[in-house]
């Protein structure tokens, strides 16, 4: 019966309160909807990241003299470097036949490469195990007995390093500073909720109201309020993304979004948590100060 009375409080101070209970809402609601939008950017782009790494190469042009049992023994060598994923041996007719298909429209400079076999040497596609590790591979190939000629992409792949590395720590900084806004939103209209009941609240305690009768609506208020913001955040994201989505699933685009839908319902279940826990949080906060033992 107490614990039902506590509720109804609580339900009460909404109705009572409703401008500020909105407003609250409403606040917590932008707040929220930013962060899953920044969890779900954060995926994104380590996606991508992940996808542009399976493509960089560093490519190590391979000696005439060298014989096929030479670049196998070779190509096991660099395999067994810890920075190395994999390391694949384009043959000069594969490389030929890649050219082909790259410069296809255009056959006039394909007779020219044909006329001269060696224009288009074997070669070493190596794969670095992690972005970063192409200029160390890149160096070691360079002083290696038999590799031509070394080329990577460095100052691209440089560029894809700090600029992946820059948009994932933005995301989580964003999101952080947005979640901590969500408490402070909820504390202050907390506060204001006490201060418009502060005769009220002053005359419950007179006639023997403990502390924790007093606290627990407000409590149950900054939760109700940061559960229908974050319940409501998670709606507009997920409709964004199920119409934005299948427009970047092609893999020759630049940027692919494919985020399973499960990772949108887990994410969506963890903003839901959060937007309680940082009502629960914004009450405490909000009432410290007020409602002291």
Not at 29 to 58: C, L
Not at 155 to 182: C, E, N, R, T
Not at 199 to 226: C, H, Q, S, T, Y
């Amino acid at each position: 019966m107490r614990l039902q009375y506590l509720f109804g409080q609580a339900m009460h101070n909404l109705r009572r309160n409703a401008l500020v209970v909105v407003s609250a809402v409403l606040a917590v609601w932008v707040t929220m909807t930013m962060v899953y939008a920044a969890v779900v950017m954060r995926q994104v782009v380590n996606d991508n990241t992940a996808y542009w790494d399976e493509g960089i190469r560093v490519i190590a042009f391979l000696t005439d003299d060298l014989s096929f049992d030479e670049i196998e023994a070779l190509r096991l060598e660099i395999e067994q470097w810890d920075e190395v994923d994999t390391v694949t041996y384009f043959s000069k007719s594969q490389a030929l036949d890649e050219f082909r298909e790259i410069f296809a429209d255009q056959p006039s400079l394909i007779e020219v490469v044909e006329e001269d076999p060696s224009t288009l040497p074997a070669s070493l596609r190596v794969k670095p195990a992690e972005a970063a590790d192409y200029g160390f591979i890149t160096d070691r190939l360079g002083v290696i007995a038999g590799v031509r000629q070394v080329e990577s992409a460095d100052q691209y792949i440089d560029q894809l390093v700090m600029v992946s590395g820059l948009l994932q720590a933005g995301a989580v900084i964003f999101a952080v500073f947005l979640g901590s806004a969500a408490v402070v939103l909820i504390a202050n209209t907390i506060r204001m909720a006490i201060y418009a009941r502060r005769d009220e609240i002053g005359i419950m305690k007179l006639v023997g109201a403990g502390n924790w009768f007093v606290r627990i609506p407000f409590l149950v208020e900054g939760m109700f309020e940061g559960f229908v913001g974050s319940l409501l955040a998670v709606a507009p994201v997920w409709l964004l993304f199920a119409q934005i989505a299948p427009r970047f699933q092609d893999t020759d685009s630049l940027i692919t979004i494919s985020i399973e839908p499960l990772f949108m319902a887990q994410w969506g279940i963890v903003m839901v948590v959060f937007g309680v826990a940082a009502g629960f949080f914004g009450s405490a906060i909000g009432m410290w100060g007020f409602l002291r033992d």
